[in-house]
């Protein structure tokens, strides 16, 4: 559905954006991450038109955005981190206008309210925009990217500001519209991004660093295999239990949490994956897990790794 292809713009001798390239299909929502600078704002306004690339392509359900602007924006819903209302007019004035000003061929009073009550602002529908909440004008704000039904979504901070009934109201409604729409996301919440998205791409001075799902990139950039289990049981026989298990490389012993219950933490070979040999064995002799913990990395760490060249292992030292 969405299409970049060796994307560049530059300001002179300031390269922006430099040869991206990534997609995201029908149904999916890709989390669009990257710090202040990193070129995230550039890529959204050549994706919707707002402004060219120097090179490259980006293709919203096949129709090049530069070769065909006019057909690939009335193929997108946009919503700026901003949303662009005018706060003299009524929410049904505003959608009335929005209808006009995208030329919609779909019937005006059916769609509209199928569109009120989707993003749930039925009850403000009369009222002047400027009297609104800040939740209900982000709202009206994704209201007006969705007349026309368009097959994509681009939604750049749809969260900021909100209080936390708000923001897990919209992250909801964002889930339920990526069921039918391509949306990429955007945001400095890593929290939203880790909730909703299926597909994470990571930019970083103006180049991709990453474009994977959060547990791959997890697995990929983490640097030991390594498992912290609560197990109860002998310790002893806990011990060399885990010892005898294939691939595991080290057992350190922990904290105990009680008479019988011991934390172990686990080293196996890189590109192993030991749960389930380990949970059998468990059973085998009788012993119970309590709590399994993994080292992979949040996406915190992901995120860090990426963009600051920080040493994370993850795991406890």
Sequence with gaps: MIEVEHLSKHYGDKKAVNDISFKAGDGEILGFLGPNGAGKSTT???????????????????IDILEDP??????????????????DMTVKEYLNFIYDLKKCKLPRNTHLK????????????KRLIRNLSKGYRQ??????ALVGNPNVLILDEPTVGLDPKQIIEIRTLIKKLGRNHTVILSSHILSEVQAVCDKIVVINEGRIVADDTEDNLSQRLSQDNRLTVRIEGE???????LEGIKNVVKVDIGAKHGEDIMEYRI????GSDIRRELFTSCVEHGFVILEMKSSELTLEDIFLRLTMGESITGGEE
């Design 44 to 62: 959204m306004n050549i994706l919707t038109g707002y402004i060219s690339s120097t090179s490259g392509k980006a293709k919203i359900d096949g």
């Design 70 to 87: 006019k057909a690939a924006k009335a193929k997108i819903g946009y919503l700026p981190e901003l949303p662009p209302l005018y706060m």
């Design 114 to 125: 199928d569109i009120c009550s989707l993003v749930k602002i039925e009850h403000v529908y």
């Design 139 to 144: 709202r009206v704000g994704l209201a007006q």
């Design 235 to 241: 310790q002893r026989k806990v011990t060399e239990m």
């Design 267 to 270: 080293e196996a070979k890189e």
